[in-house]
């Protein structure tokens, strides 16, 4: 069930950053770079997150 409600935030931090993209480009260029920036950043803190729950898994 907790995987469910991860994978739950997941989807919402995806669409957000998905929308925020989208008007990013609606908008101008240095708004398009921050939202990238955005972008990478939240991929890159999820897949942080899902390494540190599977080592913490696998080392249980």
Same mark, same amino acid.
């Given at each position: 069930?907790?995987?469910?409600?991860?994978?739950?935030?997941?989807?919402?931090?995806?669409?957000?950053?998905?929308?925020?993209? #989208?008007?990013?480009?609606?908008?101008?260029?240095? !708004? @398009?770079?921050? *939202?990238?920036? =955005?972008? +990478?950043? #939240?991929?890159?803190?999820?897949?942080?997150?899902? !390494? @540190?729950?599977? *080592?913490?898994? =696998?080392? +249980?």
């Amino acid at each position: 069930m907790l995987w469910l409600l991860r994978l739950w935030v997941v989807g919402l931090m995806l669409v957000f950053c998905w929308a925020l993209i #989208s008007y990013a480009i609606r908008r101008d260029a240095a !708004t @398009l770079a921050r *939202a990238r920036a =955005l972008w +990478r950043g #939240s991929l890159l803190a999820g897949g942080v997150l899902l !390494t @540190l729950w599977l *080592a913490m898994r =696998l080392l +249980r």
